[in-house]
Each structure stands twice: as structure tokens, then as C-alpha cells.
């Protein structure tokens, strides 16, 4: 069994064979009450901006739209950051800083469907106060600051809501998505591992969303590649700790863990 000591030193030595990918809510971003108010922490993005010169691969895996992610990161054009890809929506959409293409699947039918409905859905279900967030191939139903009770109480007839239509159901902090099914960001990060071929991987997340991830380092691990999972904690999601290798007091430990990497990567 390798430490996590050991992956870090691995990383040091060959950071062109590294892949590091990080969820951003919870992760990048302190968690807030207004979701287009979560901005990446400035340390994060400065570390990134000086890894992503000298690591083989970094990604943002994120259940947020890329151009959201894009602008709440303030990533875009960003110097040292010329090899940043980011998989959005669970992997839905693809962008990558290299051409700066997106790609983007059509608004589904059933979202439509939903769209037109769900205000009213949630009324009769007495769910006042509850926020949607329309992301164009998904809708999020966010509880944070109303009654905690809510959430649980919507879990089941928002599960079979989403099997009537054909649609996944992705629950996070204080969140319920409903979004087309097929993918995750485990499927995600195969793929970019597929792409890059890296010999280290590094995966970073705080919520149920980034378990699939996990799960796909995990298999890195079994084909011989050194893997590296960190959880950053929070009193709201205790799901990644038992997983984790390294577990960090939320976004301002991941900002300060990042600032020491790229201190013996790549000093300033
Ligand atoms: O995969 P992630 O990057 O972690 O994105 C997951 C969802 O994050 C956002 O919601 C969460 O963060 C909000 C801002 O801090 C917070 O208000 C909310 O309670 C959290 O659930 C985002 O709004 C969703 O679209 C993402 O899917």
C-alpha cells in the first residue's frame, strides 16, 4: 500500500506524468448561499496557475456549466493555464484552454419538461423557499438556507419525478439535480486518464458527485498507476472521508495544500 506521502513524492519527481483533477463547489470554492456568488479561492488558482506549467494535466470535474466554472474560477486566458481541461455538468461538457472549444449537448426534452412544471410541482408539495438553478441540460433544486427538513423530504418524490421523465438524480449539499443520465465524473476522469496516459493521478472533491471519481482512481490503482485521493471536509458531507488518502479542512486547507505542491514544483 503506497502512503500518500509516497504519491505527493512521486508527483515532485515527475510532475509531467501527473494528472490532477479537482471538483470546484466545496472544493475550489468556499461554499456560499448564492451560487453565482462561489469564487474559486485566489491562492487555488494562483498554485494552479503555476502547477499547470509544469504537471502533465490539470482538470476541473464539476456538476457546474464550464462557463460557469470558467468565470467563477477566472480561468480562462489565464497564463501557466494553457493545459487546463474541464469536464462540466458531470462530464456533459467538455472544454478545454488548449482551443478553447466547448462542447455541449442540446437542452434534453425532458428538461423542457420539467422546466415547464417544476415551479408549481414544488408548490403543491409545499416546498417553499426552495431555489432552481437552470443549467440548460439540468435543473437543481437547492434547499440551503430554508428548512433542512426539506431535502429529505423531497428525495423520494423527486426520485420518481426523475424516473417518470427518464432523468438521473444527483444529490449534493443542500441540492437535488435532476440531469439526462449516462455519465459522471468517474466516466469523466477515465477518460482524460485515457487521454493523457498519466503515471500519477491526484482527485480532489467534498460531495456524493465526486464518488464515482474516486471509484476511477481506485481502478487507476489496481492497473499499477499511484493514485491520490483528498476529501475536503466539511461538518455537511462526511461520505469521502473513510476513502480518502488525505483529508483537508475544506477549501482554505486544498488552497494552502496546492500552495505547498507547487512550492517544491514550481517555485514562483
Ligand atoms: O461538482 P461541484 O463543482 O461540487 O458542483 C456541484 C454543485 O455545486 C453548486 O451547488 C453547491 O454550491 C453552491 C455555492 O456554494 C451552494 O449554494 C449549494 O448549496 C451547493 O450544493 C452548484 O450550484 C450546482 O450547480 C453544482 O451542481
Known amino acids: 500500500m503506497t502512503s500518500s506521502s509516497d504519491v505527493r513524492d512521486a508527483v515532485v519527481a515527475d510532475p509531467a506524468g501527473t494528472l490532477l483533477a479537482l471538483d470546484f463547489d466545496g472544493t475550489l470554492a468556499h461554499i456560499v448561499d448564492d451560487p453565482t456568488r462561489a469564487f474559486a479561492h485566489h491562492d487555488s488558482v494562483e498554485a494552479l496557475a503555476r502547477l499547470g506549467s509544469v504537471l502533465g494535466q490539470i482538470a476541473i470535474i464539476t456538476g457546474r456549466p464550464v462557463r460557469q466554472a470558467l468565470a467563477l474560477g477566472g480561468f480562462e486566458g489565464l497564463s501557466g493555464l494553457g493545459n487546463l481541461v474541464i469536464h462540466g455538468q458531470y462530464g456533459a461538457e467538455r472544454w478545454a484552454a488548449a482551443d478553447g472549444a466547448l462542447t455541449q449537448p442540446e437542452r434534453p426534452r425532458a428538461i423542457v419538461e420539467l422546466a415547464a412544471m417544476l415551479p408549481d410541482w414544488l408548490d403543491e408539495r409545499g416546498a417553499h423557499g426552495v431555489r432552481l438553478e437552470d443549467k440548460g441540460i439540468a435543473i437543481a433544486i437547492h434547499t440551503r438556507g430554508i428548512d433542512p427538513g426539506v431535502l429529505g423530504e423531497l428525495a423520494e418524490p423527486v426520485a420518481r419525478l426523475a424516473a417518470d421523465l427518464g432523468l438521473a438524480v444527483e444529490p449534493g449539499r443542500q441540492v437535488i439535480e435532476l440531469r439526462a443520465p449516462g455519465h459522471d ?16 493521478v491526484i482527485f480532489g472533491g467534498d460531495d456524493l458527485g465526486d464518488l464515482p ?18 476529501c475536503s471536509a466539511s461538518e455537511e458531507q462526511d461520505a469521502l472521508v473513510a476513502r480518502a488518502d488525505l483529508v483537508l479542512d475544506g477549501p482554505d486547507a486544498v488552497a494552502e495544500w496546492l500552495q505547498a505542491l507547487a512550492d517544491d514544483i514550481a517555485p514562483s
Not at 213 to 230: K, N, P, Q, S, W
Open 185 to 200: 465524473k468517474g466516466d469523466s476522469l477515465r477518460a482524460i486518464v485515457a487521454d493523457v496516459r498519466p503515471r500519477q
Open 213 to 230: 471519481a474516486y471509484d476511477a482512481v481506485d481502478e487507476f490503482r489496481t492497473h499499477g498507476g499511484a493514485g491520490l485521493l483528498i
